[in-house]
C-alpha cells in the first residue's frame, strides 16, 4: 500500500519527496489525536455495572468489538506508515543516486566537449542533461561552467545550421545597450584565449570562423544602439579597427604609436560612404589607449587541446636572440603555430611562433648542420611577432627577427621545412577587412 500512496502523492500531485515527508507526518500526528478522542468517547467505565438491561449488553458489546477493531486498525496503520516511511527513505537514496549519475555525467559531458565540442554536446543532450534547442545550447555555453574557452569558439564558429543559430542565440544573450563599441567586444568575446584573439588576430580555425562570428556582433550591437551606425558592415569594420589600434598601441614592439588622426583617417568613408562622427571615434580611441582589452587567460586544458593532434613533433636546435647559442628544444608544429619546450613533459611552452605571414628558407650555418630559417619576407628588420616564458615566469614578446633551427638529419630537416610550408598562412584579417570595406564602397556608388 505504501507504493500507491507514493506513487498518488508523489506523482499524480507533484508532490516532492520533502512535502511527501511532511504530508505524512501530519497525516500520523491527525490519526494520533483522532484515535484518542474516539478512544476518549467510547472510554467504558473501569467496572462493568452488573444490573445491565439485554439492549444494554449488547451496546456495550459493539463498542467493546469496535475498541478492538481501532486497536487493530491503528496497529494496521503503524505498520503501513513504517512501510512508507522505509519507502521513503529508499526513494530518498535514489533520489540521491540520481543526482550523483547526474553530474557524473554532467562532468563527463563537459570534458568531452573540452576535447571536441560537438561530440561534448549530442552526449549532454543524449543523455538528456541538455535540450536541443539552439537557445538551450546557447544558455549553456553562456555560462561556462567547466567549459574551454577554446572549444566553445570553436564549436561558436562552425558553419553547420545548428551551430549558426546557437551563435545567433549565443550573441542575443548579450545585452549591448548603451555600451560603447569597446566594451561591447570585451563583453562577448571573454572566451576566446590570449593566442585566439587580440595578440594573433584569428580565431579558431580558419577566416570563415572569424567573419561570421564578427557579423553575428555586429548584427547584434546595431540591433542594441539603433542609430549609432548605418549598418552593420560599419560596426563591422569598425570592431576590427579598434582590435587593430589595441595591438598597436599597446604592444611594446610598435614602434611608432598611431595617434587619434591617424585613427581617425584610417576610419573615414565607413559608415555607408560618409564618416563616423570624429567625437565618437575620439572617445574609442581614448577608452583603448586608457584602458587596453582585457585578454582573458587560456584554461588550463586550452594548451593540452591543442597539442593532442599535432602535425609534426620533435627535437631540434633552435639559436638564441640575443645570446647565440644553441639550444636543444623539443618542437610541436599544429594549429598554424610553432611551439617549442624545454622538456617533453611539460605542460606549457617556453615559447610560442605564429607562422601567418612568414616564409622558411634552408641555410648554411658553419656550426650546425641541416639548418633552416623562418623570417619575413621584405621586412628587413622587422621583429617576428611571437613570444615566451621568461626565466621568472612571464610572458614577453620575443625579439627575434629570425628564427635559426638545425635539425638532427637530412631528412628530418626537410621534413620540418615541408611541415612548416604547409602551415604557413597568410593573416586573413587584412583581406576580409579589405572584402568588407569593398562592399561599403559598392553601396555609396549605388546610391
Not at 520533502?18 to 507526518?25: D, E, I, K, P
Not at 574551454?148 to 545550421?161: F, Q, S
Request: aromatic content about 10%; some cysteine.
Amino acid at each position: 500500500m505504501g507504493r500507491f500512496v507514493q506513487q498518488d502523492l508523489c506523482n499524480k500531485h507533484g508532490l516532492s519527496v520533502a512535502m511527501f515527508h511532511t504530508v505524512l507526518n501530519l497525516c500520523t500526528i491527525s490519526f494520533q489525536f483522532f484515535a484518542c478522542l474516539i478512544f476518549e468517547v467510547i472510554q467504558l467505565p473501569a467496572k462493568v455495572p452488573s444490573d445491565l438491561t439485554s439492549a444494554e449488553q449488547v451496546e456495550l458489546d459493539n463498542i467493546q468489538k469496535r475498541k478492538r477493531e481501532l486497536l487493530k486498525d491503528e496497529e494496521r496503520l503503524k505498520d503501513e506508515i513504517q512501510e512508507v516511511v522505509s519507502e521513503i527513505e529508499n526513494l530518498d537514496s535514489m533520489e540521491e543516486s540520481k543526482t550523483l549519475k547526474r553530474n557524473k555525467h554532467m562532468a563527463m559531458g563537459r570534458k568531452k566537449f573540452n576535447m571536441d565540442p560537438k561530440k561534448g554536446i549530442l552526449f549532454l543532450i543524449e543523455n538528456e542533461l541538455l535540450k536541443s534547442s539552439p537557445e538551450e545550447i546557447a544558455q549553456f555555453l553562456y555560462k561556462g561552467e567547466g567549459l574551454n574557452k577554446t572549444a566553445i569558439g570553436e564549436y561558436l564558429g562552425e558553419r553547420d545550421d545548428l551551430n549558426l543559430k546557437v551563435l545567433h542565440a549565443f550573441v542575443e544573450l548579450h545585452e549591448f545597450a548603451n555600451l560603447n563599441l569597446v566594451q561591447a567586444l570585451s563583453e562577448v568575446f571573454w572566451f576566446m584565449s590570449r593566442r585566439q584573439f587580440l595578440w594573433s588576430f584569428r580565431l579558431p580555425g580558419e577566416a570563415q570562423k572569424i567573419d561570421r562570428m564578427m557579423e553575428s556582433f555586429a548584427t547584434r550591437y546595431c540591433q542594441c544602439n539603433t542609430g549609432v551606425f548605418q549598418s552593420t558592415d560599419t560596426c563591422y569594420v569598425l570592431s576590427f579597427a579598434i582590435i587593430m589600434l589595441n595591438t598597436s598601441l599597446h604592444n611594446p614592439n610598435v614602434r611608432e604609436k598611431p595617434t587619434v588622426e591617424r585613427f581617425i583617417s584610417m576610419n573615414r568613408g565607413i559608415n555607408e560612404g560618409g564618416d563616423l562622427p570624429e567625437e565618437l571615434l575620439r572617445n574609442l580611441y581614448d577608452s583603448i589607449k586608457n584602458e587596453p582589452f582585457k585578454i582573458p587567460e587560456d584554461d588550463g586544458n586550452d594548451l593540452t587541446h591543442t597539442f593532442f593532434n599535432p602535425d609534426r613533433e620533435g627535437w631540434l636546435l633552435k639559436l638564441g636572440g640575443k645570446v647565440k647559442t644553441w639550444k636543444r628544444r623539443w618542437f610541436i608544429l599544429t594549429d598554424n603555430c610553432l611551439y617549442y619546450f624545454e622538456y617533453t613533459t611539460d605542460k606549457e611552452p617556453r615559447g610560442i611562433i605564429p607562422l601567418e605571414n612568414l616564409c622558411i628558407r634552408e641555410v648554411d650555418d658553419p656550426k650546425k648542420p641541416n639548418c633552416f630559417e623562418l623570417f619575413i619576407q621584405n621586412n628587413k628588420g622587422c621583429v617576428i611577432k611571437a613570444c615566451k616564458t621568461d626565466t621568472d615566469g612571464r610572458v614577453v614578446e620575443g625579439k627575434h627577427q629570425v628564427y635559426r633551427i638545425s635539425a638532427p638529419t637530412v631528412e628530418e630537416k626537410d621534413e620540418w621545412i615541408k611541415c612548416i610550408k604547409a602551415s604557413i598562412s597568410r593573416d586573413p584579417f587584412y583581406d576580409m577587412l579589405a572584402t568588407r570595406k569593398k562592399r561599403i564602397s559598392v553601396k555609396k556608388k549605388q546610391t
